[in-house]
């Protein structure tokens, strides 16, 4: 990981310098965080509890708060812990970490909202063939396919990540790692790894729209 670079580890700036803003920042997100996941963790031991809710909308369900709880989770707690911290330091190799957690999990959410759309499509229009066609083997096949899609899209923005030079500033202007902010502190044109990661997340985009 650390070849093509001299900086090992990033600063944060975070959402705000202002002490009292950082107290806010501090409470609004910690509330914000609990609330999701305990709301997750609800639903996911509700369904996982209960017998009657075997139905494709529970199960795509289930996928769908575990993907939030750990997309939440790859953020927020370090948000939050910084928001009291003096110097937000994160290493090399955990803003790596977080980028391919942050992509991975937001596709895997983006993919499960379509299965459930689907799920209600096929509920809605085709009613007499609705058993036969979301029968939990299709769903099961639907879901392991969409966490294949998220892995091989957050593979593809991680490995372009890992090929930036840094070896200036390591100052990024954001409460977390992500590619945007990252980009502007490698010392080399990023035009084409820009353009790559952009045709990557429309690729995600256009594919979710059909």
């Known amino acids: 990981?650390?070849?093509?670079?001299?900086?090992?580890?990033?600063?944060?700036?975070?959402?705000?310098?202002?002490?009292?803003?950082?107290?806010?920042?501090?409470?609004i997100f910690f509330i914000?965080?609990?609330?999701?996941?305990?709301?997750?963790l609800l639903i996911i031991v509700t369904i996982k509890s209960s017998h009657s809710l075997g139905s494709p909308m529970y199960f795509?369900?289930?996928?769908?708060?575990?993907?939030?709880?750990?997309?939440?989770?790859?953020?927020?707690?370090?948000l939050i812990v910084?928001?009291?911290?003096?110097?937000?330091?994160?290493?090399?190799?955990?803003?790596?970490?977080?980028?391919?957690?942050?992509?991975?999990?937001?596709?895997?959410?983006?993919?499960?909202?379509?299965l459930m759309?689907?799920?209600?499509?096929?509920?809605?229009?085709k009613p007499l063939h609705y058993p036969t066609i979301m029968r939990?083997?299709?769903?099961?096949?639907?879901?392991v396919l969409a966490w294949i899609g998220s892995f091989i899209h957050s593979i593809a923005q991680i490995i372009l990540a890992l090929r930036l030079p840094f070896c200036g500033p390591n100052l990024i202007d954001h409460y977390c790692c992500d590619l945007q902010p990252l980009l502007k502190l490698a010392c080399m044109d990023t035009y084409v790894i820009n353009l790559l990661l952009v045709t990557n997340s429309g690729a995600i985009c256009?594919?979710?729209f059909v």
């Open 117 to 125: 759309a689907v799920d209600r499509y096929v509920a809605i229009c």
């Open 136 to 143: 939990r083997q299709v769903c099961t096949i639907l879901i």
């Open 206 to 208: 256009s594919s979710s």
């Open 32 to 40: 914000l965080y609990m609330g999701t996941m305990v709301g997750n």
């Open 82 to 114: 910084d928001a009291l911290s003096a110097k937000k330091i994160i290493p090399y190799n955990e803003c790596m970490t977080q980028v391919f957690a942050l992509h991975f999990f937001g596709c895997m959410q983006i993919f499960v909202l379509i």
């Open 60 to 78: 795509f369900l289930f996928y769908l708060s575990l993907s939030d709880s750990c997309f939440s989770t790859s953020t927020a707690p370090r």
């Open 1 to 27: 990981m650390q070849q093509n670079h001299s900086v090992t580890e990033f600063i944060l700036l975070g959402l705000t310098q202002d002490p009292v803003k950082k107290k806010m920042v501090f409470i």
